[in-house]
């Protein structure tokens, strides 16, 4: 079984920062693809950014400048920094990987179960 577990998030005033964290456990070969998600209130889950195995990374327009994702492939761990933080970046945030559990296997999408990010004006 393969579990994503987050943390890091919570009550921070505009402008501020947080560090987002999310660990990868169980059955695992290959982590590919990781990214960080967030769905606000009345919204659609929106991907905030991706980061690949060999650490290419993309972001949405709306972070672009104030967060930074990463990861530690030897922790099968992902990392979303968050600076500059907005109201609007009000939101829980999921994370993402696509996992293969054995050498042979196609990988499957796993989620996080989310850690909620509240920021205060």
């Known amino acids: 079984q393969v579990q994503l577990v987050e943390s890091g998030g919570g009550l921070v005033q505009a402008g501020g920062s947080l560090r987002l964290s999310c660990a990868a456990s169980?059955?695992?070969?290959?982590?590919?693809?990781m990214r960080w998600y967030r769905q606000a209130p009345g919204n659609q889950r929106e991907l905030v950014a991706t980061?690949?195995?060999?650490?290419?990374?993309n972001y949405a327009d709306s972070v672009k400048g104030r967060f930074t994702v990463s990861r530690d492939n030897a922790k099968n761990t992902v990392y979303l920094q968050m600076n500059s933080l907005k109201p609007e970046d009000t939101a829980v945030y999921y994370c993402?990987?696509?996992?293969?559990?054995?050498?042979?296997?196609?990988?499957?999408?796993?989620w996080g179960q989310g850690t909620q990010v509240t920021v205060s004006s």
């Open positions: 993402n990987a696509a996992i293969s559990e054995r050498y042979y296997s196609v990988s499957r999408t796993y």
């Open positions: 980061v690949t195995r060999v650490g290419s990374t």
């Open positions: 169980g059955s695992i070969f290959r982590i590919n693809d």
